[in-house]
């Protein structure tokens, strides 16, 4: 019985060579054919925030809180930094009234709106992400005699959750600043959002 001969070793070696060359272009191609990947680039993002208001007024000793609600809108301009544009409407007293002894200065409500950039740290399914906005905010009620609007600033700051492309929530911590009548504002909200365009 004649036996079969070995493999030449330069054939085996010659053969992996021949695989490894044709798993190396069937890589490229695949990477070639393949969508780019975006993350938020160009994504559409709107949603409403319900929570929780904390303005501090100069010459009063405790802090005015109360409740806010808002709503909001991001874009991606890369896959990095988003366009945010974002309002809210917040009571911070009930029991301000107008009289000799109060200052004009307690506001019963107050509403804000805002835009400026974001930068988000993360893509996945939990995305941390801060932001710098300017806006123009309206105070009046309480003991104020008119309505008054101050230009402030924003610092936004946030946790989001992804449960797929279209569903997110999270909570966001806004912190504003407007005069020094009104050194602090903060607020801190509860989030549901809905994307698209991605």
């Known amino acids: 019985m004649k036996q079969a001969s070995p493999a030449h070793p330069l054939s085996c070696a010659s053969r992996a060579r021949g695989g490894g060359w044709a798993a190396a272009g069937i890589a490229a191609a695949l ?44 874009y991606g301009i890369t896959d990095s930094f988003n366009l945010m544009v974002e309002g809210a409407w917040s009571l911070v007293a009930l029991d301000e009234t107008r009289n000799a002894k109060t200052s004009a200065t307690h506001p019963a409500w107050m509403a804000n709106a805002d835009v400026g950039v974001g930068y988000v740290l993360d893509v996945l399914r939990w995305v941390p992400y801060f932001g710098l906005l300017v806006g123009g905010y309206g105070l009046a009620g309480g003991s104020m005699s008119s309505a008054k609007v101050f230009p402030g600033a924003e610092i936004a700051l946030g946790l989001d959750y992804r449960f797929g492309r279209a569903l997110t929530t999270g909570v966001a911590l806004r912190q504003h600043v407007l005069s020094d009548t009104y050194p602090s504002f903060t607020q801190a909200f509860a989030r549901v959002e809905y994307s698209w365009g991605w």
């Open 31 to 74: 990477v070639t054919l393949a969508s780019p990947s975006r993350a938020v680039e160009r994504e559409n993002q709107l949603g409403a925030e319900l929570g929780c208001a904390i303005l501090v007024v100069k010459d009063k000793s405790t802090p005015e809180v109360g409740a806010g609600i808002g709503a909001h809108y991001t």
